[in-house]
């Protein structure tokens, strides 16, 4: 199982930036599909974004246009860059591994989290 470290949450103020960072332990990363979820209270785990180990994206709609997911695979991290950050994007954010998907027609379809998760880091927007 992979081991996941993350790092870079935190309070901002609405519109501003945070960039989330996530190291995975393991040989496997290079080949496994990344991402985060995020919880916020009383709502359950929601998908923010995923990458591909050929580095298609995916995000969920309340998100386009402000976040940008990436990964270095010499440095085995992921990272989630957010812009324009909301009060509705306060939430802990988890980073996770081996997410369960298809690509089609150049689209990235996940169905299911992968086995290993992060410790999970806060992320908190003051309005």
Same mark, same amino acid.
Request: aromatic letters at 10%.
């Given at each position: 199982?992979?081991?996941?470290? *993350?790092?870079?949450?935190? @309070?901002?103020?609405?519109?501003? +930036? @945070?960039?989330? +960072?996530?190291?995975?332990? &393991? +040989?496997?990363? !290079?080949? /496994?599909?990344?991402?985060?979820? #995020?919880?916020?209270?009383?709502?359950?785990? *929601? @998908?923010?974004?995923?990458?591909?180990?050929?580095?298609?994206? $995916?995000?969920?709609? !309340?998100? $386009? &246009?402000?976040?940008?997911?990436? #990964?270095? $695979?010499?440095? =085995? /991290?992921?990272?989630?860059?957010?812009? !324009? @950050?909301?009060?509705?994007? %306060?939430?802990?954010?988890?980073? =996770?591994?081996?997410?369960?998907?298809?690509?089609? &027609?150049?689209?990235?379809?996940? !169905?299911?989290?992968?086995?290993?998760?992060?410790?999970? %880091?806060?992320? %908190?927007? +003051?309005?």
């Amino acid at each position: 199982q992979v081991q996941l470290v *993350e790092s870079g949450g935190g @309070l901002v103020q609405a519109g501003g +930036s @945070l960039r989330l +960072s996530c190291t995975a332990s &393991g +040989s496997t990363f !290079s080949t /496994t599909t990344m991402g985060w979820y #995020r919880q916020a209270p009383g709502k359950q785990r *929601e @998908l923010v974004a995923a990458i591909t180990s050929g580095g298609v994206t $995916k995000y969920t709609d !309340s998100v $386009k &246009g402000r976040f940008t997911i990436s #990964r270095d $695979k010499a440095k =085995n /991290t992921v990272y989630l860059h957010m812009d !324009s @950050l909301k009060a509705e994007d %306060t939430a802990v954010y988890y980073c =996770n591994a081996g997410i369960y998907g298809i690509i089609s &027609g150049g689209i990235y379809y996940p !169905s299911r989290a992968g086995a290993s998760w992060g410790q999970g %880091t806060q992320v %908190t927007v +003051s309005s």
